[in-house]
């Protein structure tokens, strides 16, 4: 089981990264640090760097210079099968699009997570019971477990997307604008959902919006256009 030294999650200190092909860095952070628990919410415009912080987070890109460590793994370190096995097990992710798949039903979708790691199958030994926690903690009628997911309410499918990322307890969360499609009550309802499953699971989440006014929930705020010294850079050029 992995462990994060002095409760440090994630643990960022002069990361820079740059496309291919460019001769500019569109990532520079200076430090970020997000301790077990502390819940974090990360607004900015498009450009900011969003998507390419939570790809580096994620394993999916590794950083040019500088380090960034999640559960005390610099992620660099390791090889790109190891970095997608590492992402399976320790990390949950909700899509903005939610990526579930229609053709299996509502707990299968909730399930897919186990069938690609054994750590979080031994964190979830009672699977089926497990999942049923997390949709009876989100108000899923129990009627919908069996049902193609394709034919639930769009409110539905984002819960089945929360509960899916929860299976197996993983130890960081990661949100992609999960909200953009749903109005202001809703949008606070589905956080709240959020912050009571994952203090359930022990989980840390790393939140990430467009929407300034879901900060208000979040322990710890960053503005990317702040932080991230290549987009200040960029628009001071």
Not at 46 to 71: F, M, P, R
Not at 160 to 181: K, N
Not at 213 to 234: G, P, R
Request: aromatic share 6%; charged share 20%; proline share 4%.
């Amino acid at each position: 089981m992995k462990s994060a030294v002095n409760n440090r999650v994630i643990d960022i200190n002069q990361l820079r990264y740059r496309w291919s092909g460019q001769t500019q860095d569109c990532l520079s952070l200076p430090s970020l640090v997000v301790e077990q628990g502390q819940h974090l919410f990360i607004k900015g415009p498009s450009g900011s760097g969003k998507t390419t912080l939570l790809n580096l987070l994620s394993g999916i890109l590794v950083a040019e210079s500088g380090t960034l460590k999640v559960l005390n793994t610099e992620l660099s370190s390791l090889s790109a099968m190891k970095r997608d096995r590492f992402r399976g097990d320790h990390l949950g992710v909700i899509f903005q699009q939610f990526n579930l798949l229609p053709y299996l039903s509502t707990l299968d979708n909730i399930l897919l997570p186990l069938n690609f790691s054994r750590y979080r199958r031994d964190r979830a030994p009672q699977p089926r019971q497990q999942a049923e926690q997390w949709m009876g903690l989100f108000g899923l009628p129990e009627g919908v477990i069996s049902q193609p997911v394709n034919r639930l309410s769009i409110g539905q499918q984002q819960r089945v997307a929360i509960a899916r990322a929860l299976m197996g307890r993983p130890e960081l969360i990661i949100a992609d604008e999960p909200t953009s499609a749903l109005d202001a009550d809703n949008r606070d309802r589905f956080v709240d959902w959020l912050f009571n499953a994952a203090e359930q699971a022990g989980s840390t989440v790393v939140f990430v919006s467009h929407d300034a006014s879901l900060a208000k929930h979040f322990h710890h705020e960053v503005d990317l256009a702040q932080l991230n010294q290549a987009a200040k850079q960029e628009v001071e050029g």
